[in-house]
């Protein structure tokens, strides 16, 4: 919705600082300077000379330096500051209150100290920092003996004056949206009824509607959620809701919010929690929060991005509840989510809603007829023992069985033949990824993961090998499918559009200690609940490690670490690994892996970009899938590579079909699966694989594909 521009001065500074973080939003928008949201921005001491930019960005950035909950505790305790240990941040009375001001004991504790980050928010004045900004406020204190500060003792940068007129421009949006949308009591009923079913909210009564101040925007026909935020609850944004009927039957909806995504930190309901209120539920809609509110008069709140994200500048604001339920949705994604965003609240105090046939999403629910207070009440606990019985497994297989296309995870909306051999990109695993040198992984393997963050899948790269502009500059190509150099004029558009993207960088760059960037990895998924993480290559980590230690124990070491990491964490780890020198004629194979077996045990999928070097057609690409975990599928299609647009896909003309010889697949013309393969025996070659099956003709083929897979099957972690 904002077009405005940053001068290109802005950008860099941007960019610098998260340079110095190590880790990088895109093309950082500081082009859209949003209305400040709940939260001051990062913050400059007047007395020191450290300074940081006041950008939307600043409070998302990787730390300096990471700080763990001991060491502030220890902090606090050595300057003799109480505090008390809430379930993800250190409350604290604050010192931007004046003496007097502040309520008295642990209830008036209004400091907020994000304990993984150290990130602080004083909720009374809205001051908010890093943890390096709170020491220094607290030596400032100490040193000058004073026993407060003034919230104006940070300050920020002075935006540049086009930051401020896009500021400005924004506010007036919305305030112009604001005042020009109905509220709908002012509806002709038969109207309003008419809206309310279109978004799937008939049974909604207009006094809720009044109360959460939801209104309808003719010219767009969409409802309006409003965003009321800061000490005086003025209004600070708004997200538009439309809905669009589909010629297949159903209904589409899409949202947009002012000021965007990134910036739009609305807990939708959070005015009319009052201080005492001890339980809420969060949902993943705004209507869900109105169902939940209207039917169990619970306190009610909807987060801004839905499933997608849980920022932590807004656990401040969910302190105070002692039992959080969240009930998300009624899909797979929504109850894997839910688990994710439990760790982030704390798990003690946190139940979930298990999506069901009888549990669907709040709204569907209503629609219904079910009781939500009944649904709410059978929520179960996230905290979960490490030892579990079948009987607390049963709900979880049969969910797994009953959803099984959700379960086969996010599909691939432009290589149609990796769902089918793969099904899906799922959270949790770990892929290997192959091929020759220069045959164009990079380029595969970006346009690969660019397919899912464009449906949402939030992304991480690790490029340690090409710098992180090329590589935006590689993506930008792949997702505008056209060579910008050539039409300059439609570059604000395509990079508008790019920076909405959940897609992050590490700006790392060469050789990398293994530890580094797992901290960096760790952060980015607290920070943006990151769910895919690219690595490109393996070999950039291997050269800080002690090389007295062999290499390949070294490559081992680091394989594990990513695969824990993905297991620990829900993400998706897709590793790049450069092969062995093989004879240039030859195929790839899982054994082509550079190191010992480790790789191919370790990954739940394992893909190679086979290069086939004919004199007669040049540059042919396939990709073959030689491992699946999920369901042992593997094969082979071939790739086309438009170099205009730096994209693959598969040749139109279908011609003859080559067979799979087990690992060694030949370039095929056409897609050729293989059904997971009986295993083996020990020693034996693997018959049915080597007979080249295709479809579903048999099973044959180990987990890996054949031959080439040492020690296939090996445990998850
Ligand atoms: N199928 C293809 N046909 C021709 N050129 C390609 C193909 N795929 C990629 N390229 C081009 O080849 C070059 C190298 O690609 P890329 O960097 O992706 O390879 P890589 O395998 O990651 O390289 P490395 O082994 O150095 O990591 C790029 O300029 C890219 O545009």
């Known amino acids: 919705m904002c077009t405005r521009k940053s001068p290109p001065q802005a950008r860099e500074m941007v960019w610098d600082r998260s340079l110095r973080h190590g880790l990088a939003p895109l093309l950082v928008p500081s082009v859209l300077t949003p209305p400040r949201p709940l939260l001051q921005c990062s913050t400059v001491l007047l007395s020191f000379s450290r300074s940081f930019r006041k950008d939307p960005k600043s409070r998302v950035d990787f730390p300096a330096t990471s700080v763990t909950v001991t060491e502030i505790k220890q902090y606090l305790r050595s300057k003799e500051i109480p505090f008390h240990d809430g379930y993800s941040c250190l409350h604290a009375p604050s010192f931007f209150l004046e003496r007097g001001r502040e309520r008295l004991g642990r209830e008036g504790f209004s400091l907020f100290i994000d304990k993984t980050t150290g990130q602080f928010l004083c909720k009374e004045t809205l001051v908010e920092g890093s943890w390096e900004d709170l020491q220094d406020c607290v030596e400032v204190m100490q040193k000058e003996g004073r026993a407060s500060l003034s919230p104006d003792v940070l300050l920020g940068y002075p935006e540049s004056q086009e930051e401020q007129e896009a500021r400005e421009s924004e506010l007036r949006e919305v305030q112009r949206i604001w005042s020009?949308?109905?509220?709908?009591?002012?509806l002709p009923e038969e109207e309003a009824q008419l809206v309310k079913t279109m978004f799937g909210m008939g049974k909604i009564a207009?006094?809720?509607?009044k109360k959460f101040g939801v209104r309808f925007f003719k010219p767009t026909k969409s409802l309006v959620f409003p965003w009321f935020g800061g000490r005086d609850l003025a209004l600070r944004g708004l997200k538009l809701l439309s809905a669009r009927c589909e010629e297949a039957g159903g209904v589409a909806y899409a949202d947009a919010t002012l000021p965007r995504p990134s910036a739009y930190h609305n807990l939708f309901g959070l005015p009319l929690v009052g201080r005492k209120d001890l339980e809420v539920v969060l949902t993943g809609r705004e209507v869900d929060a109105l169902a939940v509110s209207q039917a169990t008069g619970l306190?009610?709140?909807?987060?801004?991005?839905?499933?997608?994200?849980?920022?932590?500048?807004?656990?401040?604001?969910?302190?105070?509840?002692?039992?959080?339920?969240?009930?998300?949705g009624g899909d797979v994604r929504s109850w894997e989510a839910s688990k994710i965003f439990a760790r982030k609240l704390g798990l003690r105090r946190c139940s979930l809603v298990r999506p069901g046939e009888l549990q669907p999403c709040?709204?569907?629910?209503m629609a219904a007829g079910r009781n939500l207070g009944r649904i709410l009440k059978a929520s179960i606990p996230a905290a979960h023992k490490s030892i579990v019985s079948f009987r607390q497994l049963r709900e979880d297989v049969y969910?797994?069985?009953?959803?099984?296309?959700?379960?086969?995870?996010v599909k691939w909306a432009r290589f149609p033949e990796l769902n089918k051999i793969l099904k899906g990109h799922r959270k949790g695993e770990l892929t290997v990824f192959t091929g020759p040198t220069g045959s164009g992984k990079t380029t595969f393997i970006s346009e690969c993961a660019l397919d899912l963050c464009m449906q949402g899948v939030n992304t991480l790269w690790g490029s340690f090998e090409i710098n992180n502009v090329r590589l935006a500059k590689i993506m930008l190509t792949q997702f505008s499918m056209q060579r910008l150099e050539d039409s300059l004029e439609h570059y604000d558009a395509w990079a508008d559009k790019f920076e909405d993207l959940p897609l992050y960088f590490m700006t790392f760059h060469g050789q990398q200690n293994i530890k580094t960037v797992l901290d960096t990895m760790h952060h980015a998924v607290y920070m943006y609940d990151i769910s895919h993480v690219v690595i490109d290559?393996?070999?950039?980590?291997?050269?800080q490690e002690n090389l007295s230690v062999d290499k390949f124990a070294v490559q081992d070491h680091i394989i594990g670490a990513f695969r824990k990491f993905a297991t620990n964490n829900s993400c998706h780890v897709t590793l790049i690994i450069h092969p062995r020198k093989e004879e240039d004629d030859k195929e790839l194979q899982t054994a082509s892996i550079f190191g010992t077996a480790k790789a191919s045990q370790e990954a739940d999928n394992v893909l190679i970009l086979q290069e086939k070097k004919l004199v007669s057609c040049p540059g042919r690409r396939s990709l073959q899938?030689?491992?699946?975990?999920?369901?042992?599928?593997?094969?082979?299609f071939p790739l086309e590579f438009n170099k205009a647009s730096l994209t693959f896909s598969t040749p139109k003309s279908k011609t003859k079909l080559r067979k799979v010889k087990g690992d060694k697949?030949?370039?095929?013309?056409?897609?050729?699966?293989?059904?997971?393969?009986?295993?083996p025996a020990r020693g034996s070659k693997t018959p049915k694989a080597e007979k080249g099956l295709t479809g579903t003709e048999g099973k044959g083929g180990a987990e890996g594909g054949g031959k080439g897979v040492a020690g296939s099957g090996g445990k998850k972690q």
């Open 180 to 186: 020009a949308s109905t509220p709908f009591s002012d």
């Open 206 to 209: 207009n006094a809720t509607l």
């Open 299 to 328: 306190p009610c709140l909807a987060l801004p991005r839905g499933v997608s994200c849980l920022p932590p500048a807004l656990l401040p604001y969910l302190e105070q509840f002692r039992r959080v339920t969240l009930w998300l």
């Open 362 to 365: 709040p709204g569907e629910a």
């Open 399 to 409: 969910g797994e069985l009953a959803n099984k296309e959700q379960v086969a995870g």
């Open 537 to 543: 290559n393996l070999q950039f980590m291997m050269g």
């Open 625 to 636: 899938v030689a491992k699946n975990r999920l369901d042992g599928d593997v094969g082979i």
């Open 665 to 679: 697949a030949e370039t095929p013309e056409t897609v050729e699966v293989a059904e997971r393969p009986e295993k």
